[in-house]
């Protein structure tokens, strides 16, 4: 085969058989590791959360003992937040699109990327031993007294398993940043990147920087329990609400880290499908790197009932205003860029439209919880754990959604039945919001979490709920079939099915390993529809040209 | 010397300057969130040493100001060394190089010795935090949360300057097959900047863990 | 390229004899009674130290404009945990702060 063939030979093509794939460097693949260490550590969570709405179909805790119960919303939330949420769309959908989207071969550092996965792998695998070994009671957020000296549940191994997965996100920050300084082709200027991949930076600023305080804050928590060293005991004059300041400091930016990069998959989604670049390109730019800063000064807010100074949960109630803001923008400028656009209703882009509206109902539902006077009411109620479903789920995984069904072709060639996707889609939809809506209600009505039973005037409300969640179930699982199906019926993708604009839309699908057979040179401004309505010209300059 | 430079270069790189100024600033990211994990430690410390003054200050008379100041010198000797060593690469001074980082993961190791010497002082002495821990003196308990933070911090540095050997130990081979000079000396440059931060941590904990009070012992 | 900027010998020695020199003044220091600024001294040299390594030792001064702006922003964000956290603890013994802190043995 000659050089140039090799050269333009799919990078799925490029290697086959298992080796190839575990010791491969390139980005494209990694991405598809990543696809399918999060597919598997989603079903684990989904299983979980089975479990609970099966148990609060009923008013009694008869399904599972209190204990037992506290094991499985533990396992739910750690499963989901770490090993889900937190990798899914930047180790799959970053890794596979961020060089391709800024003209580059492959991140600045390859083999890093590469351990950033296996890491990933070692943390989950730490953490299914815990779970075989018993399980986790204390909730996801680890919270000493309990958790420190009277639990006797697998804290140990998850809250390792827990630690080395922060040094998964910690690498995968580390690459993006200095992939996006330093590896942009030529003409790619900063304010010519795709909306994509400012969100990402901005992802990974969050990943950088927080990450490594929870880091520490879980070896405080093993050396606390393994050796009794105080840090948060009170008999020992510490305090267990440091560990909460320490927590909170990345896990409030955490679910920054979870939303950006679904906001990144937005911003590429409505561009492509009204044709129309993206109202207030820089606003949406800095709004990103704005939720990235402000999102490290609210943590408090998670805080306002611990027995924190009512001076500092003022302070941070209204720092949690702040965070509101650049979100906000982004929504505004989304749906102005829909205006006078040619909108095409196509799989990817309904999933961004039901994104618009779900992340706007969960956004301002965690404006009225910053509010400290209404948290007092409804902290630890149903309302909390409506309020970031709807962010989570009807924000992030509308993202997630979206982008796969978005870049499913350029990923692998291959088309999906668009009849399914609808299907699978309205499922989704549907079943969120009968799943998730009425929590609120029972929020508002008094219901808590984290309790196996309740008084029997909810039943209604938590039946309703756990209905909504066979729905969304089924609509989850129905991309596995189909999206599987595609790789070996479906039909075969071009360069460009949606007709959309973007470096990875100029190269074949799959792509080549090197992603591009020639270094492109970039003249076009992103989302420069309009100047393509004057004829087919390609948004890059020949390379022998400029 | 046409080969070296070729295979020095990783193919997602397009010039050895892209690739020099990657890597740099991967690490300066690195060490940020260096930064940001011996934070927490640091507000931990600044904490409790904020509410029980007192406590600190008997927790810190217990440890050797003379040790601790000459492990403080063999640590900035370490860092002159290692900044000596990446100069010697970029002059293309091979024997130079690998002298001084020889001499850089031998004051390492001085300092991890003279740190167990201090540990084991403080075994002797029921002073390590826990179920075995004893402080004769008033602010008896309070004081088991100073040792705590000086063992989980002196150890988590300890921690990282044993780390930091032995990847000195692969950069010493990599230095004596030749592989690097003024053509390609990123990995050099890289752990350099390691060993600088590492150093840092040192500077703040010295006068934080064992200079608190000091005063009120000299005054009696 | 300022990248490969070669810092001259002296000029390591004379950083590590300022290094030397504070950390003798820092251990001095600690033995004169100054009230409150026996910390702030202890800080400021420290921080002193720190710079001159940061600087010098770690080429910071030789390094494209994009290195010393990652040091501020983790030095930032570390007075962001300490300030807010200790915003928290400082306040809680105002009046009307709702959670009296354990006192001081």
């Not at chain 1, 650049?326 to 196509?346: D, H, R």
């Not at chain 1, 978005?406 to 299907?423: A, C, I, N, V």
């Not at chain 2, 705590?148 to 300057?161: I, K, Q, V």
């Not at chain 3, 202890?42 to 990652?70: D, E, Q």
């Amino acid at each position: 085969m000659s050089a140039h063939e090799s050269a333009g030979k799919s990078y799925l093509e490029d290697g086959h058989g298992l080796k190839s794939w575990l010791l491969t460097f390139d980005h494209k693949r990694i991405g598809i590791l990543y696809l399918l260490g999060v597919s598997f550590f989603f079903l684990l969570g989904g299983f979980f959360a089975l479990l609970v709405r099966l148990e609060l179909l009923t008013p009694q805790g008869d399904l599972l003992s209190p204990d037992a119960y506290n094991h499985v919303f533990t396992m739910h939330g750690v499963f989901m937040v770490f090993f889900f949420l937190i990798p899914a769309i930047p180790g799959t959908l970053g890794n596979f699109l961020l060089p391709i989207m800024i003209g580059a071969k492959d991140v600045a550092f390859p083999k890093l990327n590469l351990l950033s996965w296996y890491v990933f792998m070692a943390g989950g695998a730490l953490t299914m031993y815990g779970l075989f070994t018993g399980g986790v009671d204390t909730g996801w957020t680890f919270y000493p007294p309990y958790s420190s000296l009277y639990s006797s549940s697998a804290v140990l191994p998850v809250g390792l398993g827990v630690f080395v997965n922060g040094f998964a996100s910690i690498l995968t920050g580390v690459n993006f940043m200095v992939t996006v300084h330093r590896m942009r082709a030529p003409g790619m200027t900063w304010f010519r990147l795709p909306l994509f991949v400012w969100s990402h930076y901005a992802t990974s600023l969050i990943m950088v920087l927080g990450t490594p305080v929870v880091a520490i804050t879980l070896v405080l928590l093993v050396l606390e329990r393994l050796f009794h060293f105080g840090f948060f005991d009170a008999a020992k004059g510490g305090d267990p609400v440091l560990f909460q300041h320490l927590f909170w400091f990345y896990s409030h930016p955490a679910v920054y880290i979870m939303i950006l990069p679904s906001m990144a998959v937005i911003s590429e989604l409505v561009a492509a499908f009204a044709r129309k670049r993206i109202f207030g390109y820089h606003a949406v730019a800095f709004a990103s790197i704005g939720i990235a800063v402000l999102g490290f000064l609210v943590w408090g807010h998670h805080m306002y009932v611990s027995s924190q100074s009512v001076y500092a949960g003022v302070v941070f109630s209204l720092l949690t205003m702040l965070v509101a803001i650049p979100s906000a923008i982004k929504v505004f400028n989304w749906t102005f860029t829909l205006y006078k656009g040619s909108v095409a209703l196509e799989m990817p882009m309904l999933y961004a439209m039901g994104f618009l509206g779900l992340f706007t109902i969960g956004g301002l539902t965690g404006v009225f919880l910053g509010t400290l006077g209404f948290d007092v009411h409804v902290h630890d109620t149903y309302f909390v754990v409506a309020h970031f479903h709807y962010v989570m789920v009807g924000g992030t995984i509308m993202g997630y959604l979206g982008g796969l069904h978005y870049w499913w072709p350029k990923m692998t060639g291959r088309m999906y039945s668009k009849f399914w996707g609808l299907t699978s889609g309205w499922l989704v939809f549907v079943g969120f919001n009968l799943t998730f809506f009425p929590q609120f209600l029972l929020g508002v009505q008094g219901m808590p979490r984290r309790y196996h039973a309740y008084p029997d005037e909810w039943q209604v409300l938590n039946v309703l709920s756990g209905a909504g969640a066979s729905v969304l179930g089924v609509g989850l699982l129905l991309p596995v079939v189909y999206f599987l199906w595609s790789l070996k019926h479906g039909p075969i993708a071009g360069p460009n099915p949606w007709g959309a604009f973007g470096l990875e839309w100029q190269t074949t699908s799959p792509p080549p390993t090197t992603n591009f057979l020639e270094t492109p040179v970039i003249v076009h401004e992103a989302y420069d529809y309009e100047s393509r309505a004057a004829g087919p010209a390609a948004e890059t300059a020949p390379t022998s040209g400029r | 010397m046409s080969s070296e430079h070729s295979t020095a270069l990783a193919h997602q790189f397009d010039s050895p300057e892209q690739q020099k100024e990657s890597a740099t600033l991967g690490m300066w990211f690195f060490l940020a969130q260096e930064a940001l994990f011996f934070g927490g430690l640091f507000v931990t410390y600044l904490l409790y040493r904020w509410r029980d003054p007192s406590a600190f200050a008997a927790g810190s008379h217990e440890l050797d100001i003379v040790l601790g100041g000459f492990n403080t010198v063999v640590l900035i000797g370490s860092s002159l060394t290692m900044a000596l060593a990446v100069r010697a690469a970029q002059t293309d001074r091979r024997r130079q190089l690998v002298g001084f980082l020889l001499a850089t993961g031998g004051l390492g190791l001085v300092f991890l010795v003279v740190k167990y010497f201090e540990y084991a002082e403080k075994w002797h002495h029921h002073l390590i935090p826990g179920d075995a821990f004893h402080f004769a003196g008033p602010p008896g308990e309070r004081t088991e949360l100073f040792f705590s933070l000086y063992f989980a911090m002196t150890g988590m540095h300890a921690l990282h300057m044993v780390i930091g050997v032995a990847v000195l130990a692969w950069i010493l081979k990599r230095a004596r097959a030749g592989e690097f000079g003024s053509h390609y000396y990123n990995p050099v440059e890289c752990f350099g900047l390691y060993w600088h931060f590492v150093d840092i941590v040192w500077i703040f904990l010295f006068p934080l863990l064992y200079l608190i009070g000091r005063h009120y012992q000299a005054g009696g | 390229m300022s990248a490969h900027h070669v810092v001259p010998v002296k000029t390591y020695l004379a950083v590590f004899g300022a290094l030397m020199v504070f950390t003798a003044v820092t251990v001095a220091a600690a033995f004169v009674d100054l009230g409150a600024f026996n910390n702030l001294v202890m800080l400021g040299i420290a921080v002193a130290k720190a710079t001159l390594v940061v600087l010098i030792f770690m080429h910071v001064k030789y390094s494209t404009r994009l290195v010393p702006v990652v040091v501020v922003g983790a030095v930032l964000w570390l007075l962001i945990l300490f300030g807010l956290t200790m915003a928290d603890y400082v306040s809680r013994g105002w009046l009307g702060a709702g959670s009296p802190w354990p006192t001081a043995w």
